[in-house]
């Protein structure tokens, strides 16, 4: 447990799914002594990934908040997830860290999986070094693992360590800045061996190239080393701690997470070359006092829970916070969190991640003042797009009263989730970044709220229009005793261009129709155009009623919007109509290597490429632009991730409403006139 009056540090671990992330926050506490076994991920008994939805998947499907002491530092571990569904929900935490910890496995032909990470940190300013964990399954070279990284990092990758081969595996390490030699013990620490000759040569050139590299950013080390000078171990250290922490270099640590290998060394690193608190809150831009609000979370017994860290001084229970609108609420019950245990506690240090309960005015991104109101704020950061949706519906009504008050909890908890009401197709859509997303979140509704809910593909806002003009004579006429119902138009209707609506004219002259019919007539043709031939919303029409008919007694306002909506709904019937679908531009970004084949996908669903250019400031990135019909988005970044190994992602907006082929049309409004296929269609 963190400690009291203790410098806190937070550190976030990120990287790609599978790299072992969880499986390298289970090593820490185990090497700092915060647990007494190091659980394993798939066997379900880490401290890590505890809730059912991350056990069923193996993998983290929310942030994970780990804590522990080191060497009388206090440590907090954000451990971030790494599947691009997810992501959004560790954005603010990992942005509000000391030290980013890349962690990644050691194929090279993986190396371009990291881009992503690398390039949100830089954009973000956080310091970062890499831990490529798994050594000792590694192929290739850290050479080739370096080289292959460089291109997608600003700052000089600096490698802190080589490996000690044992034939083919990696026994040990060569501390790089000590110049000593280690082995690896499985869940011991590493034993210091002597430097053999043939260990020492390779050693010699990539301390030089670390010196080097080093020396980029200080003069006085490059004096030294075009003097042939040997630098002090002082220097050394205090260049690897300053340029660590100004984001100049990123220093690349390796070893095993499962087998405790090279855990201990990361730990000294993190301890020495980690920024405090402060540096970070002068990066955020915040001053004096404040809880930073990182996430919002229901998913206990305890209730809401505002997870925030602590700059600028102690937060304790009951005091005062103060948002920068001036709205204030008293601090509940303070909580420092271990995976899915949480333990009450007094006070959170400066430095600290701790939840805080009752405190509902506040949201994530919000910096509340510790007694006082907060000195300027902090910029948001930029979540991946929202790009799928499914259409929820519940069992019962009572489970519909609870259903929207479920679902602005599930949002508030995590950003990349939004929900709205179409008002079109009359359906609550839940909208979330992918499938495997919005899965995992329809799993929360049920478990975390107990609301028993489906989802199902949300409908294709498909329309109609007319090739032709038409008019037809409308008469509705109905006698049942007393006054009866009268009403006669004749209307012409035409063909507007794509976007111009609807348009009704008056041209009745010599009073054929009284003018307070005239109105109900417009209505008719409204209530003529919401329900097509096919069965979908007629755009770009317009209808002129010319002549008509009335009754001195009959007649009425229905009758007339009766006799409106018969004329037009059987005009449009014989004015050629035609089906149009919805079409996205569609922004792919993917790593170059499966540029070929999502070229082929979106050709195969229906899609028309616009061009394609390498991404701008990307290493081996292209971005395609493209036409994709809305219905031909279903499943797609699912597609996309597959051949790319998990890495292309899209942004969709609407572009425009385009005409449907007519085997494709025919399909779709087949499946509309099947039993359950009204009201809206899947696509």
């Given amino acids: 447990m963190v400690g ?39 066997a379900g008994s880490s401290v890590g990934d505890s809730s059912p939805e991350a056990r069923s998947r193996g993998g983290s499907t929310e942030l994970n908040l780990l804590r522990f002491d080191w060497h009388g530092d206090g440590f907090v571990v954000v451990d971030a997830p790494g599947s ?40 973000a300013g956080v310091p970062h070094a890499v831990f490529v964990n798994k050594i000792d399954q590694a192929r290739g070279s850290i050479e080739e693992l370096l080289a292959a990284l460089q291109p997608m990092s600003a700052a000089a990758l600096v490698a802190r360590q080589i490996p000690i081969s044992a034939g083919e595996r990696v026994a040990g390490f060569v501390d ?28 010699a050139i990539a301390r030089q190239v670390m010196l080097e590299q080093l020396a980029d950013h200080d003069d006085v080390l490059l004096e030294q080393l075009l003097s042939d000078e040997v630098p002090s171990l002082d220097l050394v250290f205090g260049d690897l701690t300053r340029e ?34 402060a540096t970070t809150a002068a990066r955020l831009g915040i001053t004096g006092a404040v809880a930073h609000v990182l996430k919002i979370s229901h998913g206990n017994a305890i209730g809401r829970l505002a997870l925030a860290r602590i700059f600028g001084g102690a937060l304790d229970e009951g005091a005062d916070l103060i948002c920068a609108d001036g709205q204030s609420a008293r601090a509940g019950a303070l909580f420092a969190l271990q995976g899915g245990t949480t333990t009450k506690i007094k006070r959170a240090e400066p430095g600290d991640i701790v939840g805080i309960a009752k405190v509902d005015l506040v949201r994530a991104g919000d910096v509340a003042g510790i007694g006082v109101a907060p000195v300027g704020g902090v910029a948001g950061v930029e979540l991946p797009v929202a790009n799928c949706a499914l259409a929820v519906a519940v069992d019962g009504h009572k489970d519909e009263v609870r259903l929207s008050s479920a679902l602005n909890r599930l949002v508030e908890e995590d950003p990349g989730l939004h929900w709205n009401h179409d ?56 006698q049942s005793g007393g006054h009866g119902q009268f009403g006669d138009v004749v209307i012409e209707i035409r063909p507007l261009d794509r976007g111009g609506g609807f348009i009704f004219e008056d ?57 409106g909506r018969m004329a037009v709904a059987d005009a449009l019937a ?25 070229g082929s996908a979106v050709a195969g669903r229906r899609g028309q490429m616009l061009g394609m250019a390498p991404k701008d400031g990307w290493s081996r990135w292209d971005a395609i632009e493209a036409l994709l019909p809305e219905a031909e988005l279903h499943g797609l ?21 385009a005409e449907v082929a007519s085997k494709v049309a025919h399909d779709i409004v087949q499946r509309r006139a099947e039993p359950g296929g009204g009201g809206k269609s899947k696509g």
């Fill in 423 to 478: 008002e079109s197709s009359h359906e609550t859509l839940l909208h979330g970044i992918n499938d495997e997303h919005l899965a995992v979140a329809m799993e929360r509704l049920k478990r975390r709220y107990g609301v028993e809910v489906s989802g199902h593909r949300r409908g294709v806002a498909y329309k109609e229009s007319i090739r032709k003009p038409a008019s037809q004579h409308g008469r509705h006429k109905k």
């Fill in 244 to 277: 660590t922490q100004g984001g100049l270099v990123v220093p690349v640590l390796f070893g095993s997470a499962l087998n405790g290998h090279g855990v201990r060394r990361l730990l000294k690193m993190l301890r020495h070359d980690a920024p405090g608190a």
């Fill in 507 to 563: 041209r009745i002259t010599g009073g054929a129709i009284p003018r307070q019919w005239i109105p109900a007539v417009e209505q008719g043709a409204r209530d003529a155009l919401a329900r097509g031939p096919f069965g979908f919303p007629v755009v770009d029409v317009a209808v002129a009623l010319v002549d008509g008919s009335f009754h001195s007694v009959d007649s009425s306002e229905l009758a007339f919007r009766t006799a």
């Fill in 84 to 123: 691009a569904g997810f992501a959004a929900d560790a954005a603010l935490a990992v942005r509000a860290v000391d030290l980013a910890l890349v962690v990644i496995d050691p194929d090279p032909a993986r190396a371009p999986l990291v881009e992503p990470t690398l390039r949100r940190l830089e954009a």
């Fill in 637 to 657: 970044e699912g597609e996309l991730r597959s051949l790319s190994q998990g890495m292309a992602h899209y942004e969709a907006s609407f572009d425009h409403l």
């Fill in 4 to 42: 009291t009056g203790k410098q806190v540090r937070a550190i976030a671990l990120v990287g790609p799914a599978g790299a072992g992330k969880t499986s390298l926050a289970e090593a820490l506490l185990f090497a700092a002594g915060a647990i007494d076994r190091q659980g394993v991920v798939g």
């Fill in 176 to 203: 790089l800045a000590l110049e000593r030699a280690y082995h690896y013990r499985p869940g011991k620490p590493s034993e210091q061996v002597p430097l053999t000759p043939h260990v020492r040569e390779q050693e």
């Fill in 574 to 598: 014989a004015a050629a109509p035609y089906l149009l679908e919805p079409m996205a531009r569609v922004t792919i970004h993917t790593p170059g290597s499966a540029t070929s084949r999502i």
